[in-house]
């Protein structure tokens, strides 16, 4: 493990209002919280767009997806934050330092993949004696993790969760009258039961830092043995919650947030003639005369070719002039369909 302290000099991008910074810090001195960001994994379902470009680093209208999470750390009042990289590290700790956070940020290295609680143990020097609030950075979200800060306990795991959109895609966490976790199901399965999706942020109380497990590690290494002394509990958190799994998902999550309009970044090179509908048009991106656009996202290696003609594509390569694609993901070594 590599501990490289990185220290932000101005504020996030994506902070408009002094007065959240201020409410963070004050949070910050009542509950002395660190912050760890999960950005290790590989990414595979997220191929071939992970093989050049990390998923926590993909653009989501020119901040990279981390950008949610890491965002909704700060405004916690996290006291410093530890980002565990692996696959692509130059290319996430880039975009970690592109949003300058506020607060101290150390970068631990995992030359092996250690798994979830593998990555938490490795970088357990770094927290303190406080509790920890833990992020995935492969996600978007706009919640209100209030009620998991509150829920919090030295001897205890809580995990934020959301009313499931759909059993039968995600696994799902299942609580009892007390909030506490009785079980976990995979997708499609305990369907009669009510369960709830995890989003990601989970809040480790002090004492519970010492029962993470030698790495490497899944979570539920760590989890289960909560469980099983009750010591490990479910808090619903309110807002929006987004997952970005694969191109599509990722597309879809680029046009959600995005809405009806077009986003074209100052650096991006667009031709006056060309015709963009829905489209998100990412720094370093090209698109050539007469180019029709339609529910796109175009990333910084994209170069569309003039009289192009596109539709519901996630472009990170070169597309030929005069060519027409639709649900396409065009990489630098080739071009594939946009499907689930």
Do not use: I
Not at 75 to 84: D, F, P
Not at 123 to 150: H, I, K, M, Q
Request: net charge negative; aromatic share 6%; proline share 9%.
């Amino acid at each position: 493990m590599v501990l490289e302290p990185q220290v932000g000099m101005e504020l996030l991008s994506f902070w408009h209002d002094r007065d959240r910074l201020d409410e963070a810090r004050t949070r910050g001195r009542a509950l002395p919280v660190t912050g760890m960001l999960l950005a290790a994994g590989l990414g595979e379902r997220m191929e071939p767009l992970s093989s050049f470009l990390p998923k926590p680093a993909l653009p989501v209208l020119g901040a990279p997806l981390l950008a949610s999470s890491l965002g909704a750390l700060v405004a916690a009042g996290v006291r410093r934050l530890v980002v565990n990289l692996h696959r692509h590290p130059e290319l996430v700790a880039q975009a970690v330092r592109q949003l300058c956070p506020p607060v101290p940020v150390m970068f631990s290295y995992e030359p092996q993949l250690l798994g979830p609680a593998g990555g938490l143990a490795a970088a357990r020097a770094a927290f303190g004696d406080g509790p920890v609030l833990v992020a995935n950075a492969d996600c978007w979200s706009e919640l209100d993790l209030a009620p998991l800060l509150a829920s919090g306990g030295q001897e205890r795991v809580v995990l934020g969760v959301v009313p499931h959109p759909d059993r039968g895609r995600w696994g799902a966490v299942h609580l009892d009258g007390a909030g506490r976790v009785v079980g976990f199901s995979g997708p499609g399965e305990n369907l009669e039961e009510r369960g709830f999706l995890f989003t990601g942020f989970q809040l480790l109380g002090s004492e519970t830092l010492a029962l993470l497990p030698d790495p490497p590690a899944p979570m539920a290494a760590f989890w289960r043995p909560l469980m099983e002394k009750g010591l490990l509990f479910g808090v619903e958190v309110k807002g929006v919650f987004r997952e970005a799994g694969n191109p599509l998902a990722y597309r879809e999550l680029v046009m959600e947030v995005l809405g009806e309009g077009v986003f074209a970044s100052p650096l991006a090179a667009v031709s006056s003639t060309a015709h963009l509908v829905r489209t998100a048009v990412e720094a370093g991106a090209g698109v050539g005369p007469g180019a029709s656009l339609s529910r796109c996202v175009l990333l910084p290696q994209a170069e569309v070719g003039a009289g192009a003609r596109l539709s519901g594509c996630v472009v990170a390569g070169p597309v030929p002039a005069g060519a027409v694609l639709e649900d396409a993901l065009v990489t630098p070594r080739g071009t594939f369909p946009l499907a689930a």
